[in-house]
């Protein structure tokens, strides 16, 4: 049976130049960029931003590079162009509950227009109102009022000063006390000695008069007092009768400024009225005291600051909805949060001291979150479900009650939002929260699903292209040419292993477009070349490569055995990679088989020290029941087989090796060597057909090196799933080496064809009786099977009688 020898053609794609229809990719500056092999996503995205309904909310998974941030912000702001601009949002002192502040939407701009305002109005009452209450017509009124209180105050005290009088007391008003004194025939004040030595009845006379002056004073105070009342209640009706137009007319100018119609303009309005009655009912701070003026400033402050106007979103310099990217979505950055101050060890802060977050920004707008940044913490992921749930946001401190120390706290108004979220994340946690969180599928109804990679075509590589022209002008990079684009064309399809697929992971491409332009700039170059691509390309090897090479050198130091010539029975070259990351490659592995007579089947030693994956055992045991089947007519198998990988002291994973295992055991079995420089990977399923394998380059041109190394003869290659031929992209030393018949490689789609190649002999046919022919591979292991079946019947039945002489 003739198997299949690729030629170097078949080995990589190349791209011609030529193709590309242009020569530099400063020419395809003028061309838009596009959504390159994303049209699935592209139509998802655009849906998602332009649905304006609840529950509409964006997942965006795929791959880290693959572009899915930057174009759903381009997206997002192509989106938000076409939206109005949502209004600002203040926080207001609340009157009747002070620990409440109120929140107010304004439209965009007038939330810093009502604090200009409010600043400016507190200012100027600072100057108006003293004026007013300083006027010629106020001090007229007030005159009038305190002389008509005086007057009668006079008259009640003539009254008073006549009756104690009347009693030899003389009468005076101190601080506001009565301070009467007992008056001698003279008119001279007695002292406490003279009134003692009067004769007792005229100290009982005296304390007779006192008693009733007492009653008297009493009286004078019950009439005065209400007097005084009603003169203070004038005077304080007197000033907000003065001052009120003066409030009115500032109030109304706000009011006229700030013309609005919607639910808020009521709001706005009770908080003018409420701000008025405060400073008629604090008038009195804004007068100058000639006796405690720093008292009354701090007072006056305090009331003014209730007048402020905390603007905490300020759309005012928009011209379209918010985009907003949340790199670091902390409690308080992503909900917002209320500022303390430590005053006498106590935590304490007021309406002017909230923060809005980037939820409160982003409202009537777009807002973009990582996944992974909100998961370690399951307070913001709780919260963020609330939002979503019921579309108000409180804020609010949830460490608070935890300190060491008392606060004041304050509960803000919650506020309605509205805001489109585009949430990026992998695939992995999709699905996870998909099973975890059913009410996460109502929340975010729209998936955008970015591939890791697309069919590549002329539009595909012509948008390839236009990406590296604009990476460039960007990135301020000398501009590629053709031949360089081409090359980095081809390093896609090398990183999906396909030569009919482009990656989608353009961060890769445009890191390899930098490094590029950097060793094109080292030798004063105008333009990158294709030389500088490669060149790029070998210097991130050489970073990446240490481990590779140490392998490389412990098989040619002879510390990992491989044999690259001559042949051997039960023993054969596996392939391996190891992806690290950063960096992918690939080494042989000597895979060996031993069979004997018994009835124990196969024994996968890996398995044995659980040092094998699932998908290895898996791939054993397809292997083990295909081998079943090749000699069903002769079973029950009388067989004790057992394999294992050589030197693997890390554990083995995947089924790529199952081929390998199989020639391995039909070796053994058949007692045929098998040639050592041809090394196999490859897939087995129950019949016998070779399945495609990952990383299939990386293996070829692992094995290339460790026989580079040893010598080429001509003698050494590699056998590969026929399925695998379309994932060839490999480097040019190795088709070098294929052109110049140094070294082979094989596919197969049966893995008959396989031991053929290995060992030079006919696989064999079973004929009518499902016997094989003497000369072919399965005629050898059928004859050692059947002769492992004699060996176990004779030990299952030793003839009788017989005697073993000495």
């Not at 639910?263 to 008629?280: A, H, P, R």
């Not at 309605?416 to 059913?438: A, C, F, T």
């Not at 990679?577 to 996968?604: C, K, M, S, V």
Request: hydrophobic content about 40%; aromatic content about 6%; proline content about 4%.
């Amino acid at each position: 049976m003739l198997i299949p020898n690729l030629t170097p053609a078949d080995l990589r794609l190349t791209i011609d130049p030529d193709s590309l229809g242009f020569s530099s990719t400063a020419e395809l500056l003028p061309y838009p960029l596009s959504w390159i092999g994303q049209e699935r996503a592209e139509l998802a995205a655009h849906f998602g931003l332009g649905i304006d309904q609840p529950g509409y909310n964006l997942f965006v998974l795929g791959e880290v590079g693959s572009g899915r941030s930057s174009l759903l912000r381009q997206a997002m702001q192509a989106a938000a162009a076409n939206k109005v601009v949502p209004p600002d949002l203040c926080y207001l002192h609340n009157f009747d509950t002070p620990e409440r502040p109120q929140a107010l939407y304004l439209p965009a701009g007038q939330g810093r227009l009502l604090r200009q305002l409010m600043a400016r109005m507190a200012k100027s009452l600072q100057i108006e109102i003293p004026q007013c209450l300083e006027g010629q017509d106020f001090k007229a009124e007030s005159e009038r009022i305190e002389k008509t209180y005086k007057d009668e105050e006079r008259k009640n005290y003539a009254e008073l000063e006549a009756f104690a009088e009347a009693r030899k007391f003389a009468i005076q008003r101190e601080a506001g006390h009565m301070v009467f004194t007992l008056l001698g025939n003279k008119g001279h004040v007695l002292s406490e000695d003279e009134v003692l030595v009067l004769p007792k009845e005229h100290r009982i006379e005296i304390e007779q008069a006192e008693q009733e002056l007492r009653v008297k004073i009493t009286s004078y105070f019950e009439k005065t007092r209400p007097l005084e009342r009603l003169m203070n209640d004038a005077l304080a009706a007197l000033r907000r009768q003065i001052v009120k137009p003066l409030l009115n007319h500032g109030l109304q100018d706000i009011r006229d400024v700030l013309k609005k119609k919607d639910t808020d303009s009521i709001k706005l309005g009770t908080y003018l009225e409420q701000v008025m009655q405060d400073v008629l009912d604090n008038l009195e701070h804004f007068k100058v005291s000639d006796t405690d003026e720093e008292n009354r400033q701090e007072a006056l402050s305090k009331v003014l600051s209730r007048y402020r106007v905390n603007l905490v979103v300020d759309n005012h310099g928009l011209i379209s909805a918010p985009v907003i990217i949340e790199d670091n979505p902390l409690f308080r950055s992503l909900f917002g949060n209320i500022e303390y101050q430590t005053v006498n060890d106590v935590l304490v802060t007021d309406f002017t001291c909230i923060r809005a977050g980037s939820l409160h920004k982003a409202h009537g707008g777009f807002l973009m979150l990582h996944l992974r940044d909100l998961l370690p913490d399951d307070l913001v992921w709780e919260k963020l479900r609330r939002l979503l749930r019921s579309g108000k946001l409180q804020i609010e401190e949830p460490g608070t009650g935890l300190t060491p120390i008392a606060a004041v706290s304050l509960e803000p108004e919650a506020v309605n939002v509205e805001v489109k979220i585009i949430l990026i994340g992998s695939r992995e946690q999709y699905y996870e929260l998909q099973e975890e969180d059913p009410e996460f599928a109502r929340r975010f109804r729209v998936k955008v699903d970015f591939a890791e990679s697309f069919l590549s075509s002329a539009e595909t590589r012509r948008a390839s292209s236009i990406f590296i022209a604009h990476a460039c002008q960007e990135l301020e990079l000398p501009h590629f040419s053709a031949a360089a684009v081409a090359r980095l064309l081809e390093d896609s399809h090398r990183e999906t292993d396909d030569q009919s697929r482009q990656s989608a992971i353009f961060a890769r491409a445009e890191a390899l477009v930098m490094e590029s332009a950097a060793l094109c700039r080292a030798r004063a170059g105008l333009l990158v070349e294709a030389a500088d691509v490669e060149a790029a390309l070998r210097a991130h090897i050489l970073r990446h490569d240490y481990p590779a090479q140490r392998l490389q050198e412990s098989i040619a130091e002879g510390d990992v055995l491989i044999s690259v010539h001559g042949e051997k029975i039960g023993q054969l070259n596996g392939l391996s990679q190891i992806d690290l990351g950063d960096y992918r490659f690939g080494f042989p592995i000597r895979i060996t088989a031993r069979t004997f007579a018994g009835e124990d089947g196969l024994l996968n030693i890996g398995r044995e020290v659980e040092m094998s994956g699932p998908i290895h055992d898996k791939g054993v045991f397809i292997l083990q029941n295909y081998l079943s089947a090749l000699f069903a007519h002769i079973a029950p198998l009388a067989l004790n087989a057992s394999i294992v990988f050589e030197q693997d002291y890390y554990g083995v994973e995947g089924d790529s090796a199952s081929c390998a295992e199989l020639y391995a055991l039909l070796s053994s079995l058949s007692g045929l060597p098998l040639k050592q420089g041809i090394a196999v990977t490859g897939a087995v399923n129950q019949h016998g057909e070779v399945l495609p394998v990952g990383g299939i380059n990386e293996k070829i041109e692992g094995y290339f090196r460790v026989c580079e190394t040893a010598g080429l003869d001509g003698s050494q290659g590699v056998l590969i799933p026929h399925r695998n031929r379309r994932h060839l992209m490999l480097e040019h030393k190795v088709i070098e080496a294929v052109a110049k018949g140094l070294f082979h490689i094989y596919t197969a789609e049966h893995a008959s064809e396989g031991i053929e190649l290995l060992t030079g002999l006919p696989v064999g046919t079973a004929n009518g009786t499902g016997n094989y022919p003497y000369d072919s591979v399965l005629g050898h292991a059928q004859k050692t099977l059947l002769a492992y079946r004699r060996a176990c019947q004779v030990m299952e039945h030793p003839k009788e009688g017989r005697k073993h002489l000495r």
